[in-house]
T-cell receptor, first 113, second 116 residues
C-alpha cells in the first residue's frame, strides 16, 4: 500500500508483483518528463523518459504513462524485484528552458520478500 | 568511461572554513550541473554550465561559488556556510546544454556535506 505524510511517500509491494508509482507534475507547459531511480548512497539514475506528444512509452520492465489532461505521470514496474527498492523521482522540463528539470517530491519503493 | 565522479564523498566543515567540492566526467559532455539535495527531498538545481560558461544560477547565495576550469571538471567552492547548508551535493553532466533540446543528465554519487 501507499502512505503519504510528513515523510517521503512509501509504496510497499511484494516481490514479483507489479508496481505503479504516481507523479502529479506542476506545469501544464512542461513537455518532457524523466523518471529517475535513486538508491541509498547514490545519485539519481535515468530510467525512462517521455515527451508530451506521446502518452505511453515502454522500456525493459518499465512503462511510463502520461496524462496531460490531469497533469499526471506514472511509472509501472513489472515483476518488481528487490533491486528495485529505491526512491523514484519524476522530473519535468519545458521547451526553451534548457536543462532546468524540476523534480517531484519522490516516492520510496519498498519491495517485500 | 561512463561515470561522473565526485570528491570527497563526505565533508565536515566549520562555518568559517573554505572548502571545495570536485566533479569530473570523461564522457565528452559539454554541460555540467550542481544540485543540492536535503534528506528525503528531491534534488534542487543550483548551477548549470554549458560549454564551460555559467548559463543558470538558481538564485544561490554567494557563499557557494562554482567554477568550470575545463569541459571535464566542475568545482563548487564553499565559504562561510551555515548549518542549514548541510546536504548531499550532486554533480551531473549531459551531452549538451543550452536552451534547445533536452539531454539526459548523468549524476555522480554526491558529496555529503555537514556544516557545524
Amino acid at each position: 500500500g501507499e502512505s503519504v505524510g510528513l515523510h517521503l511517500p512509501t509504496l510497499s509491494v511484494q516481490e514479483g508483483d507489479n508496481s505503479i508509482i504516481n507523479c502529479a507534475y506542476s506545469n501544464s507547459a512542461s513537455d518532457y518528463f524523466i523518471w529517475y531511480k535513486q538508491e541509498s548512497g547514490k545519485g539519481p539514475q535515468f530510467i525512462i523518459d517521455i515527451r508530451s506528444n506521446m502518452d505511453k512509452r515502454q522500456g525493459q520492465r518499465v512503462t511510463v504513462l502520461l496524462n496531460k489532461t490531469v497533469k499526471h505521470l506514472s511509472l509501472q514496474i513489472a515483476a518488481t524485484q528487490p533491486g528495485d527498492s529505491a526512491v523514484y523521482f519524476c522530473a519535468e522540463n519545458m521547451e526553451g528552458y534548457g536543462q532546468n528539470f524540476v523534480f517531484g517530491p519522490g516516492t520510496r519503493l519498498s519491495v517485500l520478500p | 568511461d561512463t561515470e561522473v565522479t565526485q570528491t570527497p564523498k563526505h565533508l565536515v566543515m566549520g562555518m568559517t572554513n573554505k572548502k571545495s567540492l570536485k566533479c569530473e566526467q570523461h564522457m565528452g559532455h559539454r554541460a555540467m550541473y550542481w544540485y543540492k539535495q536535503k534528506a528525503k527531498k528531491p534534488p534542487e538545481l543550483m548551477f548549470v554550465y554549458s560549454y564551460e560558461k555559467l548559463s543558470i544560477n538558481e538564485s544561490v547565495p554567494s557563499r557557494f561559488s562554482p567554477e568550470c576550469p575545463n569541459s571535464s571538471l566542475l568545482n563548487l567552492h564553499l565559504h562561510a556556510l551555515q548549518p542549514e547548508d548541510s546536504a548531499l551535493y550532486l554533480c551531473a553532466s549531459s551531452p549538451q546544454g543550452g536552451l534547445a533540446g533536452r539531454w539526459t543528465q548523468y549524476f555522480g554519487p554526491g558529496t555529503r556535506l555537514l556544516v557545524l
